[in-house]
């Protein structure tokens, strides 16, 4: 089996070439220009293509011929607009899958994280399962938009195209130079990172790259298609870890002071908050574009919220079983590390290579921002958001509609349109109801675009999925609404709108006065977001392998 893979120049796509090959399967390797293919090259049996996510005849190129695809390219970085966040999670993914669809692939993994069921205000949470919901506002846009993309990929399931999402958090092992770990380490390393457990046990599922290698595998060639078609797994270690203790035992291990004296967590998370807030002042706007805020809410909250999750689901339906337990992992680690020159050079910012993009044949398609899949309901319409219940219930495979075109460009809750053309807000695709033609999924991204958004699928009218204003943006928005027609209804398309300025979202837990469909971007918003495994004290430039401005593709999702 050939078996395309994004992501692979990173940390979990490096080891997922590796494990193909060892299983016997060809690789193709989808790597940006300018990235760093050296150790890929070496590889005997890995097909490189240049291209990324926004390339829709690179897709193409690297999808033909390839049985599965191990999708775990994303951005994860702690900076960027909505419309950054949603071209490269969401927009991608949706690209990426039309290609391997048209090409005939016949499975589709999708790299998720836990995060997408990250709550704004939430507090600890033990034991969660794949019947948790996802929530009413996300933490960031991170989190809104991968569960967004994980949505679409679990309603895209179809007999012959078997999807599915694997979870894991907090993904370490060697070759890591840009998760959590690595820059916790070099945060330890500098004394600049202070215990923030508050004095009690910060307890979490984290996830060895073997572990998370093996799951997706198993999703990828040999787990039943109609056991795990349309579901997503939470993928984890055996242990749960106690995550401050587990930090001062590498630290220990590797060398490194342990963490400094706690401070209250009050403190620590408004010092969060003030970094951000100052950090989104700086004047160079191309600067925040490319760095992190040295601390982030985010990371505040993944440092100092317990969370576990229940891998019964995976078990029982992919065969998984953790192959690497947490001694062996952490004697792996710290042999590789000492092989490195020890931590000051592990934890080192790598260069990165000149970034020199050669254009394909079709310019970038324009960014969308796809909402979640909606369910069918009864007669007709729609029943919101599809639920990871929903998702691990016993189902017959069933066909899904592509999005369909809204019914207006702005709307009710997210405050001026942007121009349409660039970042319109379709709604979700609807299941297709029992003896309809089957939709062809998404339109692909390298159609022209309508000025209303995503074209409908064939036999799918185009007001049959309604906007769904209960799926809320990370943060609810606390700009102007909408202008509105008569009796408080959405302006209809080509009304004048108020041409305002909108105020930054609101994900800092102040009231907000509305919500925002999530995916949908705003004109002129430049709020950095958190993401993936957040920032360690004492970060800055991101080493090589997170996101280019330049190229939406983005790193493997690794942190989470």
Known sequence: MKILITGATGFLGGHLADACLRSGHGVRALVRPGSDTDRLRTLPGVELVTGDLTRPDSLRRAADGCEAVLHSAARVVDHGTRAQFTEANVTGTLRLMDAARAAGARRFVFVSSPSALMHLREGDRLGIDETTPYPTRWFNDYCATKAVAEQHVLAADTAGFTTCALRPRGIWGPRDHAGFLPRLMGALHAGR?????????????????????????????????????????????????????????????????????????????????????????????????????????????LLTRSSTYDTTAARRD???????????????????????????????????????????????????????PAETAPGGGTAGPRTAAAHTAARPRRQHAAPATPRSTAHPHTGPAADPAEHPAPHPPADTPPGSAPASGTAPASSPAPASGIAPASGTSPTSARGPADIPSAAAGRGRRAARGPAGQPRPPGTPRRAAAEPESDDSGRPSHGTRPTGTTRAGAARPADAGGGAAPGGGTPRHGSTDPAGPAGREDTSR
């Open 318 to 372: 992919l065969g998984y079983t953790p192959v690497r337990t947490r001694e062996d992992g952490l004697a792996g680690l710290t042999r590789w590390v000492a092989a490195q020159g020890g931590v000051a050079s592990w934890t080192a910012p790598r260069p990165r290579p000149a970034h020199t993009h050669t254009p394909d044949a079709t310019p970038p398609a324009p960014a969308r921002a796809p909402h979640p």
């Open 193 to 301: 990172l202070p215990d923030l457990s508050g004095g009690r046990p910060v307890l979490v599922s984290l996830c060895h790259v073997d572990n998370a290698v093996d799951a997706c595998l198993r999703a990828a060639v040999s787990a039943p298609a109609e056991r795990i078609g349309g579901r997503a797994y939470f993928v984890a270690d055996e242990e749960t870890t106690d995550l401050w203790p587990f930090l001062a035992d590498v630290a220990a291990r590797l060398g490194c002071p342990p963490p400094a004296p706690r401070i209250p967590l009050p403190a620590g998370r408004a010092l969060a908050a003030a970094v951000e807030a100052v950090w989104r002042l700086r004047p160079d706007a191309a600067a925040r574009a490319r760095t992190s805020p040295p601390i982030s809410r985010y990371m505040m909250a």
